[in-house]
């Protein structure tokens, strides 16, 4: 088999398959900064081939910005969400913002003085504005350093969204050598849940693949709605999820195996 055979086996018996695909770290390796833009083409070869099907929808729901993900991935047909969910395009073109920026900007704009200043001269730190959200990601710095400025954006973050009167509509996202001041609603799970009432596709098995904390959210409302859940990581790890895949390789191997079933038909 070129996947778990109890995934393929429960994919194969479905009729339809709506597909809800996290980008960095799931459908492609990291890039060196969140922002840049590398394009695969391969990736989106793959993509084209997988929403050409009637019996497929595919979702791309990202962290990245919506227009990092629709230069990523121009492919017709796609349903793409940047900002977890908060900015979705749909796949005529239409786009939805599920929330006022003007609300949150000026919160944004508070804290993002202080963060820069808090990495200005240290190596390894690179603060990315979302539009939506702050992310300060410290892949590249030492473990004590990224310790020590993390907490202290924290501290001021927190101090931000206090004197803002932001804590209700505002968060803070921890993960490893990561932090983000994001907006509540922004959140894979709401993504997902979003899409699932608004744009129902009757009779499809509903599938999640991701590789991180926030796709945990996304994980729990595609079980919900009796999905599947597939995390993606090189060794077995506490997850919400009912199947693994080592890496985005992986994950493409087995996107190529749905298309391959989809070809036998007549269900998949």
């Given at each position: 088999?070129?996947?778990?055979?109890?995934?393929?086996?429960?994919?194969?018996?479905?009729?339809?398959?709506?597909?809800?695909?996290?980008?960095?770290?799931?459908?492609?390796g990291?890039?060196?900064?969140?922002?840049?833009?590398?394009?695969?083409?391969?990736?989106?070869?793959?993509l084209?081939r997988?929403?050409?099907?009637?019996?497929?929808?595919?979702?791309?729901?990202?962290?990245?910005?919506?227009?990092?993900?629709?230069?990523?991935?121009p492919?017709?047909?796609?349903?793409?969400?940047?900002?977890?969910?908060?900015e979705?395009?749909?796949?005529?073109?239409?786009?939805?913002?599920?929330?006022?920026?003007?609300?949150?900007?000026?919160?944004?704009?508070?804290?993002?003085?202080?963060?820069?200043?808090?990495?200005?001269?240290?190596q390894?730190?690179?603060?990315?504005?979302?539009?939506?959200?702050?992310?300060?990601?410290?892949?590249?710095?030492?473990?004590?350093?990224?310790?020590?400025?993390?907490?202290?954006?924290?501290?001021?973050?927190?101090?931000?969204?206090r004197?803002?009167?932001?804590?209700?509509?505002?968060?803070?996202?921890?993960?490893?050598?990561?932090?983000?001041?994001?907006?509540r609603?922004?959140?894979?799970?709401?993504?997902?849940?979003?899409?699932?009432?608004?744009?129902?596709?009757?009779?499809a098995?509903s599938?999640?693949?991701?590789?991180?904390?926030k796709?945990?959210?996304?994980?729990?409302?595609?079980?919900?709605?009796?999905?599947?859940?597939?995390?993606?990581?090189?060794v077995?790890?506490?997850?919400?999820?009912?199947?693994?895949?080592a890496?985005?390789?992986?994950?493409?191997?087995?996107?190529?195996?749905?298309?391959?079933?989809?070809?036998?038909?007549?269900?998949?």
């Open positions: 088999m070129s996947f778990d055979e109890g995934l393929e086996s429960q994919i194969a018996r479905s009729e339809k398959l709506w597909l809800f695909l996290d980008y960095d770290g799931t459908l492609a990291f890039a060196p900064t969140p922002d840049d833009i590398l394009i695969d083409q391969e990736l989106i070869d793959l084209s997988l929403v050409s099907s009637p019996r497929l929808r595919l979702a791309v729901v990202s962290g990245r910005r919506l227009s990092h993900v629709r230069e990523l991935l492919v017709p047909g796609l349903f793409l969400a940047g900002a977890y969910g908060i979705i395009q749909l796949p005529n073109g239409e786009q939805i913002q599920r929330m006022d920026l003007a609300s949150i900007r000026p919160v944004l704009e508070s804290i993002k003085p202080g963060w820069q200043k808090l990495i200005a001269g240290r390894g730190f690179y603060l990315e504005d979302k539009g939506w959200s702050l992310a300060l990601h410290a892949r590249f710095a030492t473990d004590e350093d990224a310790g020590r400025v993390l907490s202290a954006a924290r501290s001021l973050a927190e101090e931000h969204l004197l803002g009167a932001a804590m209700e509509i505002m968060h803070l996202l921890g993960g490893h050598k990561f932090l983000e001041v994001s907006p609603a922004a959140d894979k799970g709401h993504a997902v849940e979003f899409l699932l009432e608004r744009f129902p596709f009757p009779g098995l599938v999640m693949v991701g590789d991180d904390d796709d945990e959210l996304a994980f729990e409302r595609i079980n919900a709605y009796g999905g599947i859940s597939i995390v993606v990581s090189p077995p790890r506490p997850s919400h999820a009912h199947f693994r895949l890496s985005p390789l992986k994950v493409r191997r087995c996107l190529e195996s749905i298309i391959h079933l989809n070809n036998e038909g007549p269900a998949f």
